[in-house]
């Protein structure tokens, strides 16, 4: 089963990959020949916009991102898929009993892999994802620098990388770089509150059964609030989802799995 989620998430990245240097932008230079004639646009995407309309500028911010998402509705839907496989595949790389059995072959396809995995996830520039990679690399590098003999050169190692890591973060920030990136996180959490809010007023009104599987879209649009900016499909929470669209005692039984 771990060999064929790793396998999956590799192929998801070379998807992401893919979308990213080819298809994205074949599909923007697509909606650049038609984008002021609405039955030609519709035609080729599906979708009714409107010269000047909100929702032909959220169409093109969309094309414009270039964040792929591979076979999922959203860029942060891979992100969070590739995290854990990523870190498991570390895991096994960097794993001595990994290595004291199989060929330096398949720990190269391995670290290939491994690489396609990271590259995709950057390419999805979901801060989150990459919060929780660096967190789960940290977690792993202190579980394999544990089982060495020089624990605690590696403890004083460790101590001053975090250091300079906030002093460059600190300096970063200060000097301007990392602030609109802060603004645009904030931004987002915004934007999820919001969702998070009309999801709850859906919770209370259908809390034993939920409005239902793949009915999420079409109930929300009752529950949006004036200042959301779109129509979500989802309301960007997993439990929130699940008690959404299967009630509150299906929410209880996800907690109680997890």
């Known amino acids: 089963a771990i060999v064929v989620m790793i396998g999956l998430a590799v192929g998801m990245s070379l998807v992401a ?33 409107p010269p000047n309309s909100p929702e032909l500028s959220r169409f093109e911010n969309r094309l414009l991102s270039q964040q792929p998402s591979a076979t999922f509705a959203l860029t942060n839907s891979l992100a969070g898929f590739l995290v854990p496989w990523s870190l498991l595949l570390t895991a096994i790389l960097f794993g001595s009993d990994f290595r004291s059995f199989v ?24 801060r989150p994802a990459m919060v929780a990679t660096l967190a789960g690399l940290m977690a792993l590098g202190f579980l394999f620098c544990w089982r060495t003999p020089y624990r605690r050169f590696v403890w004083k190692l460790s101590v001053v990388l975090l250091v300079i890591s906030l002093s460059g973060a600190i300096g970063a920030y200060q000097a301007g770089v990392g602030r609109e990136t802060l603004r645009n996180a904030a931004r ?21 059964v939920g409005c239902g599987p793949g009915q999420f879209q079409d109930v929300y649009t009752r529950y949006k609030l004036p200042t959301a900016s779109e129509e979500i499909q989802d309301p960007h929470n997993w ?3 699940v008690t959404a669209t299967a009630g509150i005692p299906a929410g209880i039984l996800l907690l109680a799995l997890i």
């Not at 990959?17 to 609405?38: K, T």
């Not at 709850?200 to 009104?205: K, S």
Request: aromatic residues 12%; proline residues 4%.
């Open 17 to 49: 990959i893919e979308q990213r240097f080819f298809s994205m932008p074949r599909d923007h230079e697509a909606f650049e020949a038609v984008r002021d004639n609405p039955a030609q646009l519709y035609a080729l995407s599906g979708q009714w916009l």
């Open 239 to 241: 439990l929130l989802e």
């Open 103 to 126: 060929g330096r072959s398949r720990i190269a396809i391995g670290g290939l892999g491994l690489l396609a995995m990271i590259f995709a996830l950057a390419l999805t520039g979901s």
């Open 188 to 208: 987002s959490v915004a934007f999820r509150v919001e969702y998070w809010q009309a999801t709850l007023a859906m919770i209370a009104d259908h809390p034993l």
